[in-house]
């Protein structure tokens, strides 16, 4: 796979390959969209497990199973915030919408370079957000 200032240069420099570029986008919002049914659609059952200390200082925990509907609701807003990008006239609004927060580190990568275009640097990784909150999905079901 090219670097992404190469395939940037040659956005600038072969207008077939900036129209074939620009279709493929096109389609990639549409999947999103398409992606952002089923996931409201479909539940996602996982664990979410929460941990502290009572009052005393003593370590308590819990964890419940069912449908980890923040999870759904991040992973929706994620693509919706793609889908606008790639095809504001059709998706958006007047207004851009900021990107989820808790949005992760690769897909806030993505949406930085989207904004940006080309660049000379890799983007920087970042550590995630410790929380007392972690859901994990159930697979297989």
């Known amino acids: 796979m090219p670097a992404v200032s190469t395939v940037f240069k040659w956005l600038k420099e072969h207008k077939e390959f900036s129209e074939q570029y620009a279709r493929a986008r096109e389609i990639q919002a549409e999947l999103l969209a398409d992606d952002i049914i089923e996931l409201a659609d479909k539940p996602l059952i996982g664990k979410k497990e929460r941990t502290g200390t009572d009052k005393a200082g003593?370590?308590?925990?819990?964890?419940?199973?069912?449908?980890?509907?923040?999870?759904?609701?991040?992973?929706?807003e994620a693509r919706k915030w793609v889908a606008?990008?790639?095809?504001?006239?059709?998706?958006?609004?007047?207004?851009?919408?900021?990107?989820?927060?808790?949005?992760?580190?690769?897909?806030?990568?993505?949406?930085?370079?989207l904004n940006a275009g080309p660049a000379?640097?890799?983007?920087?990784?970042?550590?995630?957000a410790e929380s007392d909150v972690v859901a994990t999905p159930e697979t297989g079901q």
Not at 84 to 110: D, F, H, I, R
């Open 58 to 76: 003593q370590p308590i925990g819990e964890t419940t199973v069912g449908d980890c509907v923040e999870r759904s609701k991040l992973m929706v």
């Open 84 to 113: 606008v990008k790639l095809l504001p006239k059709k998706y958006g609004s007047t207004a851009v919408a900021p990107p989820p927060s808790g949005m992760n580190p690769q897909l806030q990568a993505l949406a930085d370079a």
């Open 120 to 128: 000379d640097s890799e983007p920087e990784e970042s550590e995630p």
